[in-house]
């Protein structure tokens, strides 16, 4: 096995980064429409409404776990670059962590989004039912 340089995982701090972000905005902004969605069920007790509320619960368990692995592939990737001089052999093996959080990162991201297409779905039905009806 070559030799891991700093410069390997180096490479990957700018993306887990930038997909912390991602994932932090993406966190802001369901709780925010979750908080709209539960005030406004208060206010008119809409099944619809509900549906909805239980979407964003399940979403944001989802950003939560997508933030979680992202955080273990930094922090793996860290141990990584800290191992590099002493002890090469770990140094892979935390590398190959950091890789496999951050990939675990991502298919929970994707999850996230597929559950944000079908919360979509749900209110272009709604709104297409009060449209035929009137």
Not at 64 to 76: E, T
Not at 94 to 123: D, N, R
Request: with cysteine.
């Amino acid at each position: 096995m070559d030799s891991l340089s700093y410069n390997t995982p180096g490479l990957l701090f700018p993306a887990i980064s930038l997909l912390m972000l991602a994932f932090t905005n993406r966190f802001f902004g369901l709780a925010s429409l979750a908080r709209q969605l539960l005030e406004k069920y208060r206010e008119t007790k809409e099944e619809l409404l509900l549906a909805q509320v239980r979407n964003l619960r399940f979403r944001i368990s989802l950003v939560r776990f997508s933030q979680s692995f992202g955080i273990l592939s930094l922090i793996c990737c860290t141990l990584s670059i800290g191992l590099v001089s002493f002890y090469n052999l770990l140094a892979w093996l935390f590398f190959g962590a950091s890789l496999l959080f951050m990939i675990l990162s991502l298919v929970y991201s994707l999850l996230e989004i597929h559950l944000s297409t079908q919360a979509l779905k749900i209110e272009i039905e709604a709104v297409l039912k009060e449209n035929l009806h009137e």
